[in-house]
Structures are given as structure tokens and as C-alpha cells.
């Protein structure tokens, strides 16, 4: 049984930074790509970053040039870089696998306001 604990998040003003950690414990295939998600009450989990163990990452537009993905893979860890935070980043991220989901973490809350 996978499980994924997210830390890292918290309250920041805008133009801040947060780093965001997610480990794993459990059976994770270290070819599977990994990923950052976040969501807002009432809205869908939005794929916000994700990593595959070699070639390139994936960004989705609103956050491409200010997140950073990484990950260590002997240690079953993934990070998320935030820079230049806006207030529309605030949500509750999660770590999971694209695609084929693991059961869900309990996410990690970054609110960004002044």
C-alpha cells in the first residue's frame, strides 16, 4: 500500500516562496512519473507539475518559470519550488502518480495572501 505525506505549505504573501515536500512510503515503480496536484474546494485536482525519472518535466501554464519540480528517487521524495507566489496559487497540494493514481495523501495547504 502506497501513502504519500505532503509538507511544506503555509501562508505566504504574495511574490514569496514555499518548498513543498511529498514522501513516499510503500511500493513506488521508480520508472513511474510523479507528479503535484492542488485543489480548491468545489473545483477539480488540476495537474500542476510532473516528473518522469529521466527527460523532461512537465509544467502547467500558469506556474511555468516560477515552480520547480525535483525529485530523489533512492529516497522516494519529490519537492515542489514555489517562487513568485500569487494569490491564485493558493490551494491544497497533493503528490500522486498521473494517470494511475495511488489512494490520495492529506495534501499540504498553501495560502497566499497579504
Known amino acids: 500500500q502506497v501513502q504519500f505525506v505532503e509538507s511544506g505549505g503555509g501562508l505566504v504573501q504574495p511574490g514569496g516562496s514555499l518548498r513543498l515536500s511529498c514522501t513516499a512510503s510503500g511500493s513506488i515503480n521508480r520508472l513511474d512519473t510523479m507528479g503535484w496536484y492542488r485543489q480548491n474546494p468545489g473545483k477539480q485536482r488540476e495537474l500542476v507539475a510532473h516528473?518522469?525519472?529521466?527527460?523532461?518535466?512537465y509544467y502547467t501554464e500558469s506556474v511555468k518559470g516560477r515552480f520547480a519540480i525535483s525529485r530523489d528517487i533512492p529516497n522516494n521524495t519529490m519537492y515542489l519550488q514555489m517562487n513568485s507566489l500569487k494569490p491564485e496559487d493558493t490551494a491544497v497540494y497533493y503528490c500522486?502518480?498521473?494517470?494511475?493514481?495511488?489512494?490520495w495523501g492529506q495534501g499540504t495547504q498553501v495560502t497566499v495572501s497579504s
Open positions: 516528473i518522469p525519472p529521466i527527460g523532461r518535466k
Open positions: 500522486n502518480r498521473p494517470g494511475r493514481n495511488f489512494p
